[in-house]
């Protein structure tokens, strides 16, 4: 048996690096194969089969097989070098660390979230200039050892125009993938409700309502007096769009905001604040993205638009990890079941859509011939990721799938 495994394995080696999952429920673009097989050759999706097969190499005995996540806005990053306020640790042990735990979650494409919003009260050293760039630069130096596959997405923080000089230097070096164009000032956009937002902080960092309503009023009084916001938007989106570089806006709240943004030239709308805004992001042709914790609990933490209601009325085209990656497995599960279009729809959030909004033509779907980025999951008891392939290549397994023809019987991974 030893040595008839053995040629088996070497049979595999010499055969382009081939390999055949079966027995899985497989999430195509527009359906669902109740129990198929795909195999992959040199890193791609080379064959897809409505039926098992016989003597593959990995058994799925049932679970699903969805395509890799990709994760268009993640903020960990920032906590995992920083996991205690005043506590920093090694960027590159904090980066790997957050790198085991994407793959663990399903996620194959990843794009760190990380802010550029100056050296304010409530930035910090986190969020400054100098320390982002550090984060982007070590990310960059990982790349090649890393699970995922990691790039970068620059938040931009509107009043914070010092920071479009380094903005533009990373832009010509090829280290940014994605800009966000961000305004934070409580009043609007994400913190349109004042009063919600000023009892939150002032539980957040233990001050009195009047102490923190001072803070606040001063940010509001500096961002009405704050000149050339204008101009500096429109100079830094144009940077982006010459360099192909795909433009964002985060917390749209108004029909005039989309509009505005829309002819900035940016293509997608982060966390749309209002039913309103995300209709008219939709009616403009832009995408919109949501996180996945806001559609697995339901409701929007800062009392903003439900990803399930923007799901159900048809205006939600991504789900992001946000703060929290394994939220988006359950998520799309969740998803799925509100709407007719059933669990191929859903996971377009987290694969297809995505790909499409960001120019990612080799990866999104299970398709012959693009990468073999894949998600293994059960859905009960608990929807749990068990393995994740980016490009064909096992970046995590939890020892639950078999390598034998009947599950139970032989090795595991």
Known sequence: MLERTDRAATHRDQSKNQMWLSEFEIVLRDRVI???????????????????????DLI???????PGFIDMHGDMVEREVEPRSGVHVPMAIGIAELDKRLASCGVTTAYAALSFIGNSATAALLRSEEHTSSIIETITGLKDDLLVDHRIHARFEVTFTAAVGVLKRLMDAGKLHLVSLMDHTPGQGQYRDVELYIARLAKERGMS????????????ADRNGHGGVLGTLQSLSAFARARGIVLASHDDDTLEKVEFVHGLGTVLSEFPVTLEAAREARRLGMYTAMGAPNALRGESYSGNLSARQAYEAGLLDMLASD????????AVLGLAELRDSGLAKAAA?????????LGLTDRGAIEAGLLADLVVADRQPVPR???????????????TLSRSPSPGNGKRL
């Open 323 to 330: 703060y929290h990656p394994a939220s988006i497995l359950p």
């Open 34 to 56: 109740a129990n198929g097989a795909v195999r992959i050759e040199d890193g791609r999706i080379a064959e897809i089969r409505d039926q098992p097969v016989e003597n593959a």
């Open 349 to 357: 959030l987290t694969s297809a859509n995505p790909a499409a909004a």
């Open 209 to 220: 309502i009047a102490d923190v309503s001072e803070v606040v009023g001063k940010r509001m």
């Open 385 to 399: 990721v068990r393995a994740t392939f980016r490009a064909g290549r096992m970046i995590y397994g939890d020892g």
């Open 60 to 66: 799925g005995g049932g679970r699903l097989l969805l």
